[in-house]
Structure formats: structure tokens, C-alpha cells
């Protein structure tokens, strides 16, 4: 059974700041998708990531279908009336246009899709990430696809001997979608060459050479490049297919445990480790940190599973401490240097007419 996998996220409103969204934003988000979704939906998910939520749809209607995007999009607006009600910070923080326009892509929530030919077991997972951008899936994505290091079936497993293939986008191009294919082991250096640079080159899909099935999509869109100023961190969403011809979930999971440093956490502006975290996690230190969280499910003809938290096991909990203290560590440097984003990432932020006030006053000395 061919089926699309949708999962579309956005902050619509939190409660104490950027923490959590209210249980009434939830309810009123899930009963839209309830109501509205009966003939678009085969089945759906609703769940939350620090101040965002998500929704995990399954259909046949394929990528990029406008029905399924207007569901989506009138969830949160729905959603974001009980924030203005509530009075909750950020109400409608996400939706960055007054009127959907056919996809939410470029609209301001984080949406990824795809579109397979169901296995007779198909198990993937949903990441869903907060206070950081797309970028952070660039170094789970190389090391879980292409590293024998984490991904032992790289060796072992014939069905992916033959690798895969990488789309990858540069997300500072504003005019369309700039993309490059590579494929690896060959082109891994190549690969390597762009993803160093997570704020400018974001891995897009992965497709398994072998069989040329969908592997993992990962949601691109920037906010800054969509309002022009800073509105908030991208928090991206990522779908991937585990098991086969492709990594097993643990391969997949295994990077994650790197803690990786990556921008975000307080004003989207600062270097932080990526924390993962249990379902429903609310977002504290310093705005962040950075966190991502990791459901598993499995799909049959089109239902879903119950979620499994990938995340809430022992073993996590010692990573977490690991990214506390990365994270505090380099916290303790505050805004100088490596601590603080890149000036590509600053210039929609008030640092930059600083710079310019500042320039003004610059002097030429004489000898």
C-alpha cells in the first residue's frame, strides 16, 4: 500500500514564556485535525516538543497536498486563538503569513513528507526538535546513514552495501530550491564539505541506492529567510524509516548520543548541546537548551502504532547529563567567541544596527 507520512510542527503559543503549550492549545489543535481531518486522514498523532506541536499524519494523498497543508495550517490557527485567548507569549509566533496559500512550506511551521510503498513491517521514527534550526539533523543524518561507525549495517548488512544518496539544500537561497545530489561512499567528502556548514547546507532526503526507496526527509525552511528579521528558531522536524535497507533504529539513535553542539537555545543565537529528551519535555535553561526528541512507531495500512518514547530509557538519562554539561560549559564563555551564533545567523537579530551605529563612529588614526 502506497501511503504519505506527514508531520508538520509550529509554536503557536506557550505557557511561561517559551516553555510548553497549554493543554487547551492541544485539545484544540487535536480536536481540528479530529473533526476536519475524517476525510483526508487515515490516521494522525498530536504531540508536543517544548513550546511546539506537532501533528503526525498518514494519507494518500501524496507530498505537498493542499488539503492536508490546509488542515494543518487551520489546526494552528485554531490553536492560536486559544493562545490569544489564554493569553499565552507567542500566540501565533509560527504562522508568519495572514493567509494560507496552498502549502504550508515558506509559511513559517516545519513540515517534512514522504511518500512509500508500505514494507510488510514498517517501523520509522519521528524526531521532533526545539530551539535550534534544520542544521541539527546534519550530523545525526551523516553519521547514521554513512558512518560504519554508527551504522554497523554499513559492513554487515547487504541490503545497504550499495550506500545511499543525499539531497542536500542550501537554505540561504531564497529565489527556490537549491539543491545538489551526492551519493556515498563515493561523494562522502563532498558530503562532509557542505554539512560542516549546518547554518548554510542541510541535508533535504535520503534515499537508499539499493532499491531507490525514501529513507529520511527533514524539514528546510528558515524563519528568518520567510519574515526577513529574527521571529524564532526554525525547530525542525525530520521523519525516518529504520530496519531493511536502511539503518536499524538504534543506528539511527546512536549519534544522538554525541550530544552535538549546534545554534539556538535563548534568542536562537548561541551555541549549545543538543539535549534528547523525553516526550513532552519543556524548555527552561537559558531558553533551551536545544533539545529533540525521538518517537517511534510503526505503520500499517496507513494506522499507526502506538508511540514508543526511544528516549526515555536509562541510557539517555546519562546523555543528558553529558549535554548539561556541555552545554554549561560553554554557556560559561557567554557571548564571546565560538560561544555565541555565527554573524549569518546574528544579522536578523538587533546585534548588526549596533554594528552599523557603531561603524559610524569609527575613526581613521593619524600617524
Not at 135 to 149: E, L, S, V
Not at 302 to 314: A, N, R, S, W
Not at 315 to 332: G, H
Amino acid at each position: 500500500m502506497k501511503i504519505t507520512i506527514s508531520a508538520i510542527k509550529a509554536d503557536v503559543g506557550s505557557v511561561g514564556g517559551h516553555q510548553i503549550p497549554s493543554q487547551k492549545l492541544v485539545e484544540a489543535i487535536t480536536n481540528h485535525v479530529k473533526d476536519e481531518g475524517q476525510r483526508l486522514l487515515i490516521d494522525f498523532k498530536i504531540s508536543h516538543s517544548g513550546d511546539d506541536t506537532a501533528i503526525l499524519m498518514s494519507h494518500t494523498r501524496g507530498v505537498d497536498n493542499k488539503d492536508i497543508h490546509k488542515l494543518a495550517w487551520d489546526a494552528f490557527v485554531e490553536g492560536t486563538k486559544v493562545a490569544k485567548e489564554q493569553g499565552l507569549y507567542g500566540a501565533g509566533q509560527d504562522l508568519l503569513k495572514d493567509a494560507f496559500s496552498g502549502n504550508v512550506r515558506g509559511m513559517g511551521p516545519g513540515s517534512c513528507e514522504m511518500e512509500f510503498e508500505e514494507r510488510p513491517n514498517e517501523p520509522f521514527i519521528f524526531f521532533a526538535a526545539d530551539k535550534t534550526d534544520p542544521g541539527a539533523f546534519n550530523y545525526p543524518m551523516y553519521r547514521g546513514f554513512a558512518d560504519p561507525f554508527h551504522n554497523a549495517g554499513l559492513l554487515l548488512a547487504p541490503d545497504m552495501a550499495g550506500g545511499f544518496e543525499y539531497t542536500v539544500m542550501d537554505v540561504n537561497y531564497t529565489e527556490g530550491d537549491r539543491v545538489i545530489t551526492l551519493k556515498v561512499p563515493e561523494e562522502l567528502y563532498e558530503l562532509a564539505v557542505l554539512l560542516r556548514d549546518p547554518e548554510h547546507y542541510v541535508v533535504e532526503s535520503v534515499r537508499s541506492r539499493a532499491t531507490g526507496d525514501i529513507g529520511a526527509v527533514v524539514s528546510t525552511s528558515r524563519l528568518h529567510n520567510i519574515a526577513g528579521k529574527y521571529t524564532g528558531k526554525d525547530d525542525p522536524v525530520a521523519l525516518v524509516r529504520t530496519q531493511k535497507q536502511f539503518p536499524s533504529s538504534g543506528e539511527i539513535l546512536s549519534p544522538y548520543a554525541t550530544a552535538h553542539y549546534v545554534v539556538g537555545d535563548n534568542r536562537g543565537s548561541h551555541i549549545v548541546a543538543l539535549m534528547p529528551c523525553k516526550q513532552g519535555s519543556i524548555i527552561s535553561f537559558f531558553d533551551g537548551p536545544a533539545i529533540v526528541t525521538a518517537a517511534g512507531l510503526c505503520v500499517h495500512n496507513g494506522k499507526f502504532t502506538e508511540i514508543v518514547d526511544l528516549f526515555d530509557q536509562p541510557f539517555w538519562d546519562v546523555i543528558r547529563n553529558k549535554a548539561t554539561e556541555k552545554t554549561l560549559a560553554i554557556r560559561d564563555q557567554g557571548f564571546f567567541g565560538a560561544a555565541m551564533a555565527p554573524m549569518e545567523e546574528l544579522e536578523y537579530t538587533g546585534v548588526v544596527q549596533r554594528i552599523k551605529e557603531l561603524d559610524k563612529k569609527f575613526t581613521i588614526r593619524k600617524e
